[in-house]
Antibody
Framework: EVQLVESGGGLVQPGGSLRLSCAASGFTVTNYYMHWVRQSPREGLVWVSR???????DYADSVNGRFTVSRDTARNMLFLQMNSLRVEDTAVYFCARGLYDRHLELWGQGVLVTVSS | QSALTQPASVSGSPGQSITISCTGGNSDIGYYNYVSWYQQHPGKAPKIIIS???NRPPGVSSRFSGSKSGNTASLTISGLQAEDEAIYYC???????????FGGGTKLSVL
């Protein structure tokens, strides 16, 4: 079955770090553009980051320099390393498979990240 | 880059048709034919229902259709059904640095 399953969310204090994981099955992550999107009542849906097939990562201005996207070919997984977390990073984070950057054709179920003291 | 503009809510009766608008600018909707629409039910992940302005992915009902004129894209749902009640988001490719921008979402109520 083709699916994405996120994990690694939780409660973290401001300034802390968290690493989200996204396990892919039914396809190979290196063959696709893989994205992270977050959703909060404050911001709605917001594109966060993307790693393209060759392995280049791009980021929204709000997370650039704090978040890093990566992937593990052997485990067929996607990661989002989140450092220097802020209260405003609180959201449900989705990983998604893209047809390049044109649209997001497959989404995971999402994982909640709460940044609070 | 600002989010795309959608109405907060729309409503319709079963069997009717509704249209949701999504307004952007010259550097996103107006420039690229990469508008997509997503349906999200409560507690679920978004699901793509329209890609590349008007293409329906496999398995999506033909009751969903998309179009674009200038800086505004539209989603039309015909023959409304109870299960169509959800929040609908538009999105557009916006270039290599911004990548994707989303609309604020439109809550569809089927009365």
């Amino acid at each position: 079955e083709v699916q994405l399953v996120e994990s690694g969310g939780g409660l973290v204090q401001p300034g802390g770090s968290l690493r989200l994981s996204c396990a892919a099955s039914g396809f190979t992550v290196t063959n696709y553009y893989m994205h992270w999107v977050r959703q909060s009542p404050r911001e709605g849906l917001v594109w966060v980051s993307r790693i393209n097939s060759p392995g280049r990562g791009d980021y929204a201005d709000s997370v650039n320099g704090r978040f890093t996207v990566s992937r593990d070919t052997a485990r067929n997984m996607l990661f989002l390393q989140m450092n220097s977390l802020r209260v405003e990073d609180t959201a449900v984070y989705f990983c998604a498979r893209g047809l390049y950057d044109r649209h997001l054709e497959l989404w995971g179920q999402g994982v909640l990240v709460t940044v609070s003291s | 880059q600002s989010a795309l503009t959608q109405p907060a809510s729309v409503s319709g009766s079963p069997g009717q048709s509704i249209t949701i608008s999504c307004t952007g600018g010259n550097s996103d909707i107006g420039y690229y034919n990469y508008v997509s629409w997503y349906q999200q039910h409560p507690g679920k992940a978004p699901k793509i229902i329209i890609s590349d302005v008007s293409n329906r992915p496999p398995g999506v009902s033909s009751r969903f259709s998309g179009s674009k004129s200038g800086n505004t894209a539209s989603l039309t749902i015909s023959g409304l059904q109870a299960e169509d009640e959800a929040i609908y988001y538009c999105a557009s490719y916006a270039g290599s640095f911004i990548v994707l921008i989303f609309g604020g979402g439109t809550k569809l109520s089927v009365l």
